[in-house]
């Protein structure tokens, strides 16, 4: 496991705004760097790893969205929309259409 995921995750536990802002700027920082470097196999191979359960909305919704821009280098992305919308459904039922629809492609 990345350590960087278990960092997020620390974070999200504090249930702090801080600690949310903190988690969505590693999680951005790491896809990014990722991305940049080329490591889009890698980075592929960590999608179904996440544990979403223990990401709260923002980093749900931050996480298609700093993978939409990749979307055709990653083959595991589909099936982590299908999870992020399935986990939206229980968290924030009446936004998922809208907080995912532009995100989705």
């Known amino acids: 496991m990345c350590d960087w995921l ?3 995750y620390q974070q999200v536990e504090t249930g702090t705004e801080e600690g949310t802002d903190r988690a ?3 999680l951005f920082k790491h896809i990014d760097t990722m991305f940049l470097d080329g490591e889009f196999e890698g980075c592929n191979e960590i999608l179904p790893k996440i544990d979403l359960e223990r990401l709260d909305t923002n980093l749900l919704v931050g996480l298609l969205s700093i993978t939409v821009a990749a979307k055709d280098k990653l083959p595991s992305r589909p099936e982590l929309v299908r999870r992020i919308e399935e986990r939206l459904t229980i968290l924030a039922p009446d936004r998922v259409r809208r907080l995912v629809s532009d995100l989705r492609r």
């Open 6 to 8: 278990q960092e997020i």
């Open 24 to 26: 969505i700027d590693i």
